[in-house]
C-alpha cells in the first residue's frame, strides 16, 4: 500500500514533472524552429543572404518580424492636431486670396500660397495597410542621408518636406539633411533657406550648384557628397508618412544590392489634401511601354506568390524616378547616373536596368509611404542644357538608354515606337558600354524572362512600321493631326510642320495607326484619337500605294477628308476622290 502510494506519488510527480518540462521543451524547440522557418522563409522569399560572411560576423543580421502588438518603430503618443490641412484635409484658401493663389499656381505649378497656410508639421492620413503597423525592424539600420534635389521650389513645400523626415524618422538612423539647390534664381530663396536651417543645428545642410546641372546630374552630386551609408533620394515636394524609414532601410541591410522604393501617395497641387493614389488592397509595380514612358501594373501572381506577407516588400521592374533609397557606395560603384543623361526624365530606367542587369535588384515597400505634389504642370525650363543638345532632349536620355542597355530586338521596338530617335545625336555612350561589360552585365532578355515578364503583357513586341511619319491630304495639302488632345477625340486636319508630336503617325504591319502612345480609330462619327487596347498591337487600316486610300478594313471604307468643313470620316472608296488619298511623308529632325 505504502510503496504503492509513495510510487504513485512519485508518478504523480514525475507526471507533474512532465507536464510542466514537455511543454517547455516543446516551446523551445518551437520557439528556436519557428526562427529558422522565419529565416529561412526571409531568404528564400528574398534570394538569400548576399551580404559576406564578414559582414555577418560584424554585425548581427536580424531580419524584420511580424509581431502581436505595435511595432519597435511604431509612433506610440500621437496626440491629435488641429488646423488647415491637418490630417492630410485638403485646405480651401478664402476667396480674397484667389489672386495669390492663381499667381503660385502659375509660377511653381502647384499653390504655394496654400501651402503657406499649412503648418510644417502637419499630421498626414495613415495609408499604410494595418498590417504595417505590427512589424519589428532591426534597430541598427545603417545611418541615412536624405538627399533633396530643388530648382526654384517653393519655401514652405520644400521645408514641410524636410521636417516631415525629421519628425518621421528614427534620430539614430537620420544621419544628415542634404539640400542640394540646382542653380535656383527666385528672389530671397537662398537667403531665407541659409537663415531656417540654422535652427536644424548642422543635421540639414545646403550645397549649391555653380551653374544649372538639371536634376539627374544633381542627384549623383548629392550622392557624393553624402557621408551616411544609405542615401535616400526625395523631391523638394513630398510628406513622408509614419515610419516611413525602417521598412525602406531593412532590405537594404539584409542585402546591399537591393534598391528600395516607397508607394508614393498623392498631395492636390491645388489643395494639399494627401490621398494614396491606389486602393490599399492592390499592390502596382513599375514597367515600361515601348516609346519608354512609365506605366504601373498590378503586381503579377508570380510575384505575389513571393511573398508570406500582402505588406512585405515586392520586386518591381523599374520605379517613378524620384524616390528610392539606396546603399551609397553601391549606387556610386554603378557609376551613380550616366553622367550624359541631361536635366530631366530617363535617369529612372537607366538605374533600373543597370541594377538588375548588373546582380542587384529593386524592391517597392509597401509599408513605406510618401506623399508627393503633382504638378499641374513643369514650372521651369530646361535652361542653357536644352540648348546645347539639340532635338528633344528626354528622347535623347532615352535613346542612351536603350542604346546602352537594350538588344538589339527591343531596340528596334524602341524605334518603331520613336522612329524620329533614330536620327537624334545622343552622344558618346563608350563609357557606359565599358561600365556594362566590366560589372559583367546580364542581357536584357534576361531581365525581360525573368524580372519584367509583366511588360510584354500589356505592351507585346511591336510588328515594324510599313509606313511613318506626317500624313498628307493629296486634295488639300494639310496633315493628319491630334491636335494635342487627350483621348478619346476627334483627328483633324491642320498645316504640315514636319512632324511634331501630334503629327507623327505610324502604321504598322499589323494594321495599327498610331500617333505616340496612342491609336487612329474610326467609327460613324468620324476619325478618332482612342487609347490604344492594352495587350494588342494591332488594328484595321491598310494602305495602298497605288491608290494612296488608308482602307479601314472592318467597315471596308477609305478615309476622307471634307473638301470644305475639313472634317475626316469614313467613305465609300473612290479611286478618283482627291480627298480620299493620302501619302505617308517620312520627317527627319529639322534642327
Ligand atoms: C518624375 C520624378 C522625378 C524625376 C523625373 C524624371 C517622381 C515622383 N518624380 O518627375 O523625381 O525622376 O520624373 O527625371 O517620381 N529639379 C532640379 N533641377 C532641374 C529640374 C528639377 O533640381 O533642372 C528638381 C525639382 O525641384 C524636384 C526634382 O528635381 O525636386 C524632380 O523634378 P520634378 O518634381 O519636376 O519631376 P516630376 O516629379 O515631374
Ligand atoms: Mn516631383
Request: charged share 25%; net charge neutral.
Amino acid at each position: 500500500m505504502r510503496v504503492s502510494n509513495i510510487r504513485s506519488g512519485r508518478i504523480c510527480r514525475m507526471a507533474l514533472c512532465l507536464l510542466v518540462i514537455l511543454p517547455l521543451l516543446y516551446l523551445l524547440a518551437n520557439w528556436s524552429d519557428h526562427h529558422k522557418r522565419v529565416q529561412e522563409a526571409y531568404h528564400t522569399r528574398f534570394g538569400g543572404p548576399k551580404f559576406s560572411h564578414q559582414r555577418l560576423e560584424n554585425r548581427p543580421r536580424e531580419v524584420p518580424t511580424l509581431v502581436e502588438g505595435l511595432g519597435n518603430f511604431e509612433p506610440r503618443d500621437l496626440k491629435p492636431r488641429t488646423g488647415p490641412g491637418e490630417n492630410g484635409e485638403g485646405h480651401i484658401l478664402s476667396p480674397d486670396k484667389k489672386n495669390v493663389a492663381d499667381a503660385s499656381e502659375m509660377e511653381y505649378g502647384m499653390n504655394i500660397a496654400c501651402s503657406d497656410e499649412i503648418s510644417m508639421h502637419r499630421s498626414v492620413r495613415d495609408t499604410r495597410l494595418e498590417e504595417c503597423k505590427h512589424w519589428d525592424y532591426p534597430y541598427d539600420l545603417p545611418p541615412t542621408s536624405v538627399i533633396i534635389v530643388f530648382h526654384n521650389e517653393g519655401f514652405s513645400v520644400l521645408m514641410r518636406t524636410v521636417h516631415s523626415v525629421i519628425d518621421r524618422s528614427p534620430k539614430h538612423m537620420l544621419h544628415e539633411i542634404i539640400l542640394v539647390d540646382d542653380f535656383s534664381d527666385k528672389e530671397n530663396l537662398r537667403s531665407k533657406l541659409d537663415e531656417y536651417v540654422l535652427q536644424f543645428k548642422g543635421l540639414v545642410k545646403i550645397i549649391r550648384n555653380t551653374e544649372r546641372e538639371g536634376l539627374i546630374r544633381t542627384r549623383s552630386r548629392g550622392a557624393m557628397e553624402a557621408t551616411g551609408e544609405v542615401i535616400v533620394f526625395l523631391d523638394a515636394h513630398c510628406e513622408v508618412n509614419l515610419n516611413w524609414l525602417p521598412p525602406l532601410l531593412a532590405p537594404i541591410y539584409r542585402d546591399r544590392t537591393v534598391m528600395t522604393v516607397p508607394i508614393i501617395d498623392g498631395i492636390d497641387h491645388k489643395t494639399f489634401e494627401y490621398r494614396p493614389v491606389y486602393g490599399s488592397d492592390n499592390h502596382f509595380r513599375g514597367i515600361f511601354e515601348w516609346g519608354m514612358l512609365y506605366k504601373e501594373n498590378e503586381v503579377p501572381r508570380r510575384e505575389q506568390r513571393r511573398r508570406a506577407h500582402n505588406s512585405e516588400p515586392y520586386r518591381s521592374p523599374t520605379h517613378a524616378g524620384g524616390l528610392f533609397a539606396i546603399n551609397r557606395e553601391y549606387f556610386l560603384e554603378l557609376g551613380a547616373y550616366d553622367p550624359g543623361l541631361l536635366v530631366w526624365g530617363g535617369e529612372n530606367f537607366e538605374l533600373s536596368f543597370k541594377i538588375w542587369q548588373c546582380g542587384g535588384s529593386i524592391e517597392w515597400v509597401p509599408c513605406s509611404r510618401v506623399g508627393h505634389v503633382y504638378r499641374g504642370f513643369m514650372p521651369y525650363n530646361f535652361g542653357k542644357l536644352a540648348s546645347k543638345k539639340k532635338g528633344p532632349l528626354i528622347t535623347i536620355n532615352y535613346k542612351r538608354v536603350i542604346e546602352t542597355w537594350f538588344d538589339d530586338t527591343h531596340k528596334e521596338f524602341f524605334y518603331t515606337r520613336e522612329p524620329l530617335a533614330r536620327y537624334l545625336d545622343m552622344g558618346d555612350i563608350s563609357e557606359q558600354l565599358a561600365l556594362k561589360k566590366r560589372l559583367n552585365c546580364k542581357s536584357f532578355q534576361w531581365f525581360m524572362d525573368n524580372i519584367a515578364y509583366d511588360v510584354v503583357d500589356k505592351f507585346p513586341a511591336l510588328p515594324a512600321n510599313l509606313h511613318w511619319g506626317e500624313l498628307r491630304s493629296v486634295a488639300s495639302d494639310g496633315c493628319l493631326d491630334s491636335m494635342g488632345h487627350q483621348p478619346p477625340a476627334i483627328m483633324g486636319l491642320s498645316y504640315c510642320h514636319g512632324g511634331g508630336n501630334n503629327q507623327l503617325v505610324r502604321l504598322n504591319a499589323a494594321g495599327q495607326l498610331g500617333v505616340g502612345e496612342r491609336c487612329v480609330e474610326a467609327d460613324r462619327q468620324g476619325i478618332k484619337l482612342a487609347v490604344c487596347r492594352l495587350g494588342t498591337v494591332d488594328g484595321p487600316w491598310s494602305y495602298n500605294e497605288q491608290t494612296k486610300h488608308l482602307l479601314h478594313r472592318v467597315h471596308k471604307k477609305c478615309m476622307a477628308l471634307h473638301p470644305t468643313t475639313q472634317q475626316l470620316s469614313l467613305g465609300q472608296c473612290d479611286v478618283n476622290d482627291g480627298y480620299q488619298k493620302w501619302l505617308f511623308k517620312e520627317i527627319r529632325p529639322h534642327w
